[in-house]
């Protein structure tokens, strides 16, 4: 509101051309992430989040782990379903309410961005072909995304104002992203970086006794405060000495326990570690300003500690909430989601050529013109780049953090170009890029999240669930409906198939999943779903019912680019085939796909 009344008389006019702006590229990213939502089936990892967050709706409790990232979308889901019922859509509202508001942050930016920057930025965040696919899919990045413009504004309005409001702000963007997803360490880590070189002669002169911390610049400040909250999210950090220490503080092997977690005299020593960096973090915070610390503490811990405990209802969560992170250090270590050094610039060049265009514009016109804030652009673009590219699990889902600074980046140089500061050739020739590349823009969104084929060829599909599944439940649904046993009807799903089916058949009670390749294990269910390496050995017990039907369960886009080296990379094929795919996405082979056969009594639909 304060942001409405600032503004001049003289500029009413054009403060309200521009704020329609804004609310027409809203309706457009809300009309695009909302519209069918439910089109596509739900992918692997989907599944899992919509059936806990199910769980929590029904009642049944909810336990933090790592592996499935923070509790923010678990209890928020839950709190939809109970406002709107569960389903496919409705699992989905969340991601693209996040994915449509955020294109309304720009507007707060327009200071930094500049006027035609932060419409462009806008724009682009709407019409985003990443963004877009993400925002509608149940995953917790797009709200990270939104997490960390608001920490892009609370940064940059308080170094500019000073105001401890956008402290505050920060505080509590900052204590959602932990309660979100761990990237938020990695985000703090760039940062924190880039603040300490900006403010690096005012930490020379406070060690020197020459600056009191009290007297720290809005930007030194906004340092302090932001890794003062982080240090004990950190502690789990410690354990990638735990050879030299000799204790378990991280543990890699399954079997041993909790993946991540700290064994033995682990635990004791993780114990003090949390403690010493709490401590550290408090004395840091009441030495420069106490009163605005403990306001910044309150809201950080009170966001973090009311959803780790599930609103207080649980209290193993802070130990694995603040204990997190050693999970994702040890999977970084096996490297399970391996892909090559050219992964991300392959997505941003697929899906994210507009941006990526500017962007590049960007870094030889700000060399001359650079400024803190363009300098902090072309930083955490640079960074996000470099450490999603040597992170051991790398997901297509990742690439929206290397996307993000991208887009303001080229939002800035764009909306400068527009403006005029390249006279009006400068803005001819901007005008003349930037449309084709809008409109093929439209195109690749368009075929990413709206394609009705059951094989859709994106690189951006990662573990997907086909489209035979909705199809089959559908299938089931209708036998329970006619045999007349319901939500009874007895059900066998292999073990090997169980995701995305728990949450498919959430509704039924009578539902097994035992593993088929056991030799002594027999299918006792009307239906059965085999994992298709497992169906010989079933044989006898097939015979009551009909030949069964293929389906395709889980799909990843062909990687057969995995096996090329540096060398293979910068050969005429590689290129020939990025520039087939761009045009026509064709690829030399089909979808890898897991498989399955199902099995329904004879005589029956």
Not at 19 to 38: K, T
Not at 111 to 119: A, D, E, I, S, V
Not at 161 to 181: D, I, P
Not at 516 to 538: N, Q, T
Request: hydrophobic share 50%.
């Amino acid at each position: 509101m304060r942001e409405l009344l600032s503004i001049k008389l003289g500029e009413r006019g054009l403060f309200r051309g521009e704020v329609a702006l804004y609310l027409l590229i809203l309706l457009a990213a809300a009309g695009m992430r909302f519209w069918e939502l439910d089109l596509r089936a739900f992918h692997y990892d989907e599944s899992l989040h919509a059936f806990y967050s199910w769980r929590l709706f029904q009642g049944e409790g909810y336990q933090h782990n790592p592996l499935m990232h923070g509790p923010f979308q678990f209890i928020s889901t839950a709190l939809v379903y109970r406002l709107l019922g569960d389903s496919d859509l409705t699992s989905r509202l969340l991601p693209a309410l996040a994915g449509s508001l955020v294109v309304l942050l720009p507007f707060f930016l327009r200071g930094r961005l500049g006027r035609g920057g932060g419409l462009l930025a806008a724009s682009m965040l709407a019409f985003s072909p990443s963004m877009l696919y993400f925002s509608r899919f149940m995953r917790n990045d797009m709200y990270i995304v939104f997490l960390t413009l608001i920490l892009v504004i609370a940064l940059w309005r308080y170094m500019g104002e000073g105001r401890a409001r956008y402290l505050y702000l920060g505080a509590a963007a900052l204590g959602l992203s932990f309660a979100t997803k761990e990237v938020s360490y990695i985000t703090v880590a760039i940062w924190g970086v880039f603040l300490l070189a900006l403010t690096a002669g005012e930490w020379l002169g406070l060690l020197r006794g020459r600056l009191r911390l009290s007297a720290l610049s809005p930007g030194a400040a906004f340092l302090l405060v932001m890794a003062a909250l982080s240090l004990p999210q950190a502690s789990a950090g410690v354990s990638i000495f735990q050879k030299w220490l000799g204790v378990t503080l991280a543990n890699p092997d399954a079997t041993q326990g909790l993946e991540g977690a700290p064994l033995g005299w682990g635990l004791a020593v993780a114990g003090v570690v949390v403690g010493v960096f709490m401590a550290v973090s408090i004395l840091a915070g009441f030495l420069w300003r106490p009163r605005q610390w403990m306001v910044c503490a309150a809201i950080f811990y009170g966001v973090y500690i009311s959803l780790f405990t599930v609103l207080f209802t649980s209290r193993g969560g802070l130990g694995t909430g603040i204990w997190g992170a050693g999970y994702w250090l040890v999977q970084h270590g096996k490297h399970r989601m391996e892909q090559p050094w050219f992964y991300y610039p392959s997505l941003l060049s697929i899906y994210e050529f507009l941006p990526l265009v500017l962007a590049i514009g960007a870094a030889v016109f700000f060399l001359k013109r650079r400024s803190p804030f363009t300098t902090f652009l072309i930083y955490w673009l640079s960074m996000s780049l470099v450490v999603y590219t040597l992170v051991g699990e790398k997901a297509p889902w990742l690439v929206l953090h290397i996307a993000l600074p991208l887009i303001l980046l080229g939002a800035k140089f764009g909306g400068e170009v527009l403006a005029g500061s390249q006279g009006r050739w400068g803005r001819l020739s901007a005008v003349a890029v930037l449309v084709p590349l809008f409109a093929l823009t439209l195109v690749a969104a368009g075929q990413a999240s709206y394609s009705r084929e059951d094989r859709p060829v994106q690189l951006l599909v990662f573990a997907q669930g086909s489209q035979d599944l909705p199809r089959l439940r559908d299938r089931v649904e209708g036998l329970a409906a006619s045999s007349g046993q319901g939500e009874e009807l007895p059900i066998t799903v292999d073990s090997n198939l169980a995701w995305p089916w728990k949450w498919y058949l959430r509704d039924f009670r009578n539902v097994d999943y035992p593993d088929l390749g056991v030799p002594d294990v027999r299918p006792r269910g009307s239906v059965l779903l085999v994992d298709i390496i497992h169906e010989g050995r079933l044989g006898p017990y097939l015979t009551a019912y009909d030949r069964g039907s293929g389906f395709d369960q889980i799909m990843w886009f062909p990687d057969d680019y995995k096996t090329w080296g540096t060398r293979d990379f910068f050969s005429a094929g590689p290129w020939q085939r990025w520039w087939g795919y761009f045009r026509h996405r064709t690829t030399p082979d089909p979808y890898i796909s897991t498989g399955g056969k199902a099995f329904f009594p004879k005589g029956r639909p």
